[in-house]
């Protein structure tokens, strides 16, 4: 544990951000060519199952994406020698990820901007999730409905 100096540490952590924000983007255009195989059956009633099967598998799909961005934050703390253990190196990444922040386990004086950068990482993530999650339910409703105020007759 030597001394990390604040550049090191500014360019590992953006280093993390670009790599879990591309994981993010990448998996998601698989999710979305997944959906788009099943376009067919999913437009076709009756719709409730097929709408809470789409929401399942896209938040399965989000909560992948998430632990694997604590997982290469975890390793990288690991690698770095940050924590003696590499359970204590997933907790923390799970704690600071999560900005749940219990104070029970910190980083080391020369790593801790780490922890800011990846609480800032978990906020990034969990919006872009998030807002990938509710434009998914949106495109399904619609390509089950059609526009909103159009008449079925």
Known sequence: RTDSPMVLQLLIGSALLAATALLASM???LLEM???R????I??????????AVLLVAMLWVLC???LSIWIWAVVFWRLDVFESF???VYFALVAFTTLGFGDVLLPQPWRLLGGLAAANGLMIFG???AMLVE????TRYRQLGPVGQDDD
């Open 128 to 130: 872009f999730l998030t």
């Open 38 to 41: 099943t376009h067919p059956w």
């Open 27 to 29: 998996s998601w255009m």
């Open 34 to 36: 997944v959906l788009r």
């Open 65 to 67: 994406m998430m632990t």
């Open 87 to 89: 359970e204590g190196a």
């Open 136 to 139: 998914t339910l949106r495109q």
């Open 43 to 52: 437009i076709h009633p009756p719709y409730g199952l097929k709408l809470a």
